[in-house]
């Protein structure tokens, strides 16, 4: 409650369940994404502020200025490479960020001073417990949460769906159904 937290890559799947998720949480969302289209989805799901990463030589910079310089407490972030440098700068002190990708760059190379400094606590994930998953669940059943499914394909489509995967141009989860 009253936290801000940064999600990148809103226009995935992960990103626009976190969105719902910080929604319920009430947090106030600044959201990334490539394109001016997944922003204004992203806006539509509940995101306060957006930043296009296309458009922004520094996340951490614009971050900072939607914060007055204070930073955010939380940040979602699954692509890696620069896009975590830089969500790490974006981080307040005592700051948290949870990892659960590396599109961008599996190697990163961090501050540790600055880490250090802003008392960063930075977690990864793969899969969740069951506990989550079932507490997710609930929460699909109850309407509160709602999957963002940006096109269905059957499994003899699957070429179709690897395209669309590989253009981006899409906003939620690419499902292929068997």
Known sequence: QGEDVLINAAGSGVGSAAIQGARLAGARIIATAGSDEKLERAREMGADEVINYNKTNDIAQAVMGMTDGRGVDVCIEM??????????????????????????GEKVELDMIEFFRKQITMTSCHFAPKSTNTAVLSLIGQGKLKPV??????????????????????????????
Do not use: P, W
């Open 149 to 178: 499914i940006a096109k269905k394909y059957h499994l003899s489509e699957m070429r179709a769906a690897h395209d669309l995967l590989a253009s981006r141009n899409f906003y939620g989860k690419v499902v292929l159904e068997v």
């Open 79 to 104: 692509v890696g490479g620069k896009v975590l440098q830089q969500s790490l700068a974006a981080l307040c002190l005592n700051g948290r960020l949870s990892t659960c990708g590396a599109h961008a």
